[in-house]
């Protein structure tokens, strides 16, 4: 279960950064050198930006039911009938959607081993 939080936090990082990124690429003007014209750009951005980190989210687990932290720790999401099937896409983004209700999310994880995504989709986190 270590593993599982520490790949969460990971995976967390990496997003914070690639969001990040994009945020400063897209409003780097604005920010280093504010203008009447410009001021506002920052805020006008957020929301697209913000809706790419989601998409990172929803899909970081699709090719191979592996995130980065996932692979780092060197553990994978499976199907529970069959732990040497990865779960399809669909599956993987659907257990991904449940990441916005991360407190319960946490606390079944350390009660249960599994978060809410891993019961709706049946999958669970094995070591590779």
């Not at 069959?82 to 407190?103: A, Q």
Request: hydrophobic share 50%; glycine share 6%; net charge positive.
């Amino acid at each position: 279960m270590k593993q599982r939080i520490l790949a969460i936090l990971i995976d967390h990082l990496v997003g914070t950064i690639i969001v990040l990124f994009i945020f400063m690429a897209f409003n780097w003007e604005s920010i280093m050198y504010p203008t009447d014209s410009n001021f506002m750009r920052p805020f006008e951005t957020f929301n697209t930006i913000l809706l790419l980190g989601m998409i990172y989210y929803f899909l970081k687990d699709v090719y191979q039911g592996r995130s980065v932290g996932k692979r780092v720790l060197r553990i994978a999401v499976r199907d529970i009938e069959d732990t040497s099937k990865k779960p399809g896409s669909i599956r993987l983004i659907i257990r991904n959607v449940t990441v916005f209700l991360w407190p319960v999310e946490l606390l079944l994880l350390i009660l249960m081993g599994r978060r809410i995504g891993d019961i709706i989709a049946k999958t669970q986190v094995t070591h590779m």
